[in-house]
C-alpha cells in the first residue's frame, strides 16, 4: 500500500503560481503513471496531467502551457506547477497512482485546496 500526501494548495489572485506536492509514503519507482486530478464544486473528477516512470507528460488541454508536471523519484514526490492561473482552476487537487500488475492497482491523496480569485 501507498500513502500519497498533498500538499500546497492555497488561495492566490488569477495570473499567480503555484506549485503543489505530492509526497508518497513509499517508493514511486513500482508505480507507471503519477497524475493530478481536479475537482471542482458541482463537478466531476478530471484529469489534470500525468507522468509516467520514464517521465512522459500529458495535460489536459484547459492547463496546457501553463501546468508543468515532474516527479523525483528518489524524493519519492510528484510535483504540479501552476502558473498563470485563472479562477476556473478553482478545485480541490488531487494526487493520483497507478501500478500497472495483476491486480492493477489504484492510489489517491486527500486532496488539496486551490482557490483562484479574479
Known amino acids: 500500500q501507498v500513502q500519497l500526501v498533498e500538499s500546497g494548495g492555497g488561495l492566490l489572485q488569477a495570473g499567480e503560481s503555484l506549485r503543489l506536492s505530492c509526497a508518497a509514503s513509499r517508493s514511486i519507482f513500482s508505480i507507471n503513471v503519477m497524475g493530478w486530478y481536479r475537482q471542482a464544486p458541482g463537478k466531476e473528477r478530471e484529469l489534470v496531467a500525468t507522468?509516467?516512470?520514464?517521465?512522459?507528460?500529458s495535460y489536459a488541454d484547459s492547463v496546457k502551457g501553463r501546468f508543468t508536471c515532474s516527479r523525483d523519484n528518489a524524493r519519492n514526490t510528484v510535483y504540479l506547477q501552476m502558473s498563470a492561473l485563472k479562477p476556473e482552476d478553482t478545485a480541490v487537487y488531487y494526487c493520483?497512482?497507478?501500478?500497472?500488475?495483476?491486480?492493477?492497482?489504484?492510489?489517491w491523496g486527500q486532496g488539496t485546496q486551490v482557490t483562484v480569485s479574479s
Open positions: 507522468i509516467t516512470i520514464g517521465g512522459s507528460t
Open positions: 493520483n497512482g497507478l501500478r500497472y500488475g495483476t491486480p492493477t492497482r489504484t492510489y
